[in-house]
């Protein structure tokens, strides 16, 4: 079985910063590409940014230059840094992972739970 869990969500004030964490654990061979997701009250899951496995990245519009996502391999661990926060940016954020279990296998998608992230003026 593998587990993705989110953490690093919390209250800050706009402007401020927040690093999240994407963490898999259990039965990881690779991690693939990986795409953190955000959904705000009422409104649909987006996209807001995603990395290969070979370290490219793509982000929305509306996070570039603010939002930087990384990974750590051998943690098996891709990050979100988030930076200059705006109220807009107030939603629930996933991490959506592609990971294979076994080299012989094919991969697999897994969503984590979910981190709230709340910026407050």
């Known amino acids: 079985q593998v587990q993705v869990v989110e953490s690093g969500g919390g209250l800050v004030q706009a402007g401020g910063s927040l690093r999240l964490s994407c963490g898999a654990s259990?039965?990881?061979?690779?991690?693939?590409?990986v795409g953190w997701y955000r959904q705000a009250p009422g409104k649909q899951r987006e996209l807001v940014a995603r990395?290969?496995?070979?370290?490219?990245?793509d982000y929305a519009d509306s996070v570039k230059g603010r939002f930087t996502i990384s990974r750590d391999n051998a943690k098996n661990t891709v990050y979100l840094q988030i930076d200059s926060l705006k109220l807009e940016d107030t939603a629930v954020y996933y991490c959506?992972?592609?990971?294979?279990?076994?080299?012989?296998?094919?991969?697999?998608?897994?969503w984590g739970q979910g981190t709230q992230v709340t910026v407050s003026s």
């Open positions: 259990g039965r990881v061979f690779r991690i693939n590409a």
């Open positions: 990395i290969t496995t070979d370290g490219s990245t």
């Open positions: 959506n992972a592609d990971i294979q279990s076994s080299p012989h296998i094919g991969q697999w998608n897994y």
